[in-house]
């Protein structure tokens, strides 16, 4: 009898697996097909914008660059360069160092010539202490706060405090952004009044050129995890975050590139100190302020604003990245559960928050175990043949589909500069990755679910490099 039972359960666990890996990849096929048609639409519409006339507008909204930064020696001067040669009307840059145990301060002083001034900061969001700020001058649009360590979301919200403008952009310190990207966002708050927060692309910086804080030539990575990272970033942003725009229930904007109206910011007390996915919890604070108060809003994604940022070459400090992403995951949907299948919070409780519990927050639970039990169960004659061969197509298959169809929206649909050989080798990586890439983060994942209570307030270290710069 309780082998029979045994028996059953297994084969029900298993044809639960098949079912939901099934349902889950045929969801992202479809997402992947509306991406691709939406993504050209959108690419055709912007070709109709003048940006070079934009640049030079006064109509333009003037906007904070908000830049934290914590042991980022390395990489910091050369981000700020970023920021200070955009095409953009008006705008400053805020660079607040973390309390970083390294040069990073000193680093920027001496870069930019500083010098510490008493000026007025109002505490509009309550943060840790700002020990000092410095300026020059002779570059009137950058500001540098020396502050208390605090987190990434502290360092935002002191960033909030100085800021003058009423719209903001966060961005990590070890990122470089296109000439026109703060162009390409601002046009999305002007373009409807009701939009209050949107996110740009994020792209792997890793084998590209950069000369004086700008990408001036796009290359594929030398290392092989930056590679596999640089498909899945097409496919996680290209087509994982396209189609939420039409309802209006996209929960995630990077924390490495993402704009904001201020005021609704501030109404909902800045960024939440002490997690690990302070990005995320802010946008689900602005749905659920939103929502409450009855207002109109959009929150959106904008897949021709490009950041650039540095991904791990070294395979122990991409696990502790996604472990770190996946404890930010679990701990943003728990502070908001309230929000869950409930119908006060539309699309965003009855779409955005199911799909990201079910196939995201406990799919490396499945997934892993389906890898595991699926052939398991096959060997020992519980699964038919049929039945193995509908999991890893739906598994395997339908990544490489997903990930293909990625690649296809960003070569054809955005004009990217990659050489044929490169896009072919890409093609042929977006095949490999689904045998063994895919896998090795699913686990990694999984881990980040075993040890959620143990990181869930550590960020853990990352180690970013000097920008690869054109030969003079």
């Not at 360069?81 to 002083?109: C, H, W």
């Not at 100085?162 to 070890?174: C, E, G, H, M």
């Not at 519990?357 to 519980?382: D, K, N, Q």
Request: charged share 20%; net charge positive.
């Amino acid at each position: 009898m309780i082998t029979y039972l045994i028996y059953e359960l297994v084969w029900l666990f298993n044809h639960f697996v098949i079912v939901y890996v099934t349902l889950m990849s045929t969801i992202f096929v479809v997402q992947t097909f509306i991406s691709i048609f939406s993504s050209a639409s959108y690419a055709k519409k912007q070709r109709h914008l003048e940006y070079r006339i934009l640049s030079e507008s006064v109509n333009m909204i003037p906007m904070s660059v908000l830049m934290p930064a914590y042991n980022e020696e390395d990489s910091i001067v050369d981000s700020i360069k970023s920021m200070m040669t955009l095409r953009y009307p008006d705008f400053e840059v805020i660079a607040i160092n973390d309390g970083s145990k390294d040069n990073t301060l000193q680093t920027i002083i001496d870069a930019f010539h500083m010098h510490k001034i008493e000026y007025p900061l109002r505490e509009q969001v309550p943060t840790k202490k700002v020990r000092g700020i410095y300026y020059n001058p002779d570059i009137p649009g950058l500001k540098l706060i020396d502050k208390e360590n605090g987190g990434k979301a502290d360092a935002l919200n002191v960033g909030i405090n100085l800021s003058r403008y009423p719209y903001f952009v966060s961005v990590d310190a070890d990122s470089l952004l296109n000439s026109d990207a703060l162009l390409r966002i601002a046009m999305a708050f002007m373009e409807d009044k009701h939009t209050v927060a949107t996110g740009g692309v994020i792209r792997v910086v890793n084998g590209c050129k950069e000369e004086n804080g700008e990408v001036v030539s796009i290359g594929i990575p030398k290392k092989i995890w930056a590679k596999f990272q640089l498909v899945e970033y097409f496919r996680a942003f290209l087509v994982g975050r396209m189609g939420w725009n039409s309802t209006n229930s996209l929960l995630i904007i990077s924390g490495a590139f993402g704009a904001f109206q201020k005021d609704p910011v501030l109404k909902v007390g800045g960024y939440t100190t002490g997690t690990v996915g302070e990005d995320m919890d802010l946008v689900m604070k602005l749905h659920q302020y939103m929502l409450i108060n009855k207002y109109d809003y959009k929150v959106i994604f904008l897949p021709d604003s490009i950041c650039w940022t540095q991904v791990p070459e070294d395979v122990k400090i991409l696990y502790r990245q996604r472990r770190r992403w996946q404890i930010g995951l679990i701990d943003v949907m728990s502070r908001h559960k309230h929000m869950f299948l409930n119908p006060r919070y539309k699309a965003v409780g009855l779409l955005g928050m199911p799909y990201f519990f079910l196939f995201e927050m406990i799919a490396p639970i499945v997934e892993l175990l389906g890898y595991l039990t699926v052939p398991a169960s096959y060997y020992f004659g519980i699964i038919s043949f049929e039945a193995m061969v509908l999991f890893f197509v739906a598994s395997v298959l339908f990544g490489v589909i997903i990930s293909l169809g990625s690649l296809i929206v960003e070569q054809f649909s955005y004009k990217n500069t990659l050489l044929v050989r490169e896009f072919l080798l890409l093609t042929l990586l977006s095949i490999v990755e689904n045998l063994f890439y895919r896998q090795m983060t699913v686990y990694f994942r999984f881990m980040g679910i075993l040890m959620a209570n143990k990181y869930k307030h550590s960020w853990g270290a990352m180690q970013h490099r000097k920008f690869t710069q054109t030969p003079s």
